[in-house]
């Protein structure tokens, strides 16, 4: 299993990003997806999460109302639309494939994992 994300950058705050990541190597549609971050000197945290329909969906605190995943099994694509970014938005931000199809908030839950693409937020 191969997971590519991309669309990370510097971005003002106050700004929007999308993050997209590419899955290959099993069947996209049969897994929940996620987002997590890691900040510098921080442990990694759940972000945001969709099962593998699509119709459920759950998102960190303080990234409600400001962040939307959604994902397009067609195109096995999960994306992070990110707006009104703050600078503690800042972060690496990883993608990952969960074990089973519902939605999913802790790191043991999740099976495989991208190579992290840097989102950076200043003020």
């Known amino acids: 299993v191969q997971l590519q994300a991309y669309g990370g950058g510097l971005v003002q705050a106050g700004g929007s990003l999308t993050l997209s990541c590419a899955a290959s190597g099993r069947t996209f549609s049969d897994y929940a997806m996620g987002w997590f971050r890691q900040a510098p000197g921080k442990e990694r945290e759940f972000v945001a999460t969709?099962?593998?329909?699509?119709?459920?969906?759950a998102y960190l605190d303080s990234v409600k109302g400001r962040f939307t995943i959604s994902r397009d099994n067609a195109k096995n694509t999960v994306y992070l639309q990110m707006k009104t970014l703050k600078p503690e938005d800042t972060a690496v931000y990883y993608c990952?494939?969960?074990?089973?199809?519902?939605?999913?908030?802790?790191?043991?839950?999740?099976?495989?994992w991208g190579q992290g693409t840097q989102v950076t937020v200043s003020s």
């Open positions: 990952a494939t969960a074990r089973l199809g519902y939605v999913a908030r802790t790191l043991n839950e999740y099976e495989y």
């Open positions: 969709i099962s593998r329909s699509g119709g459920s969906t």
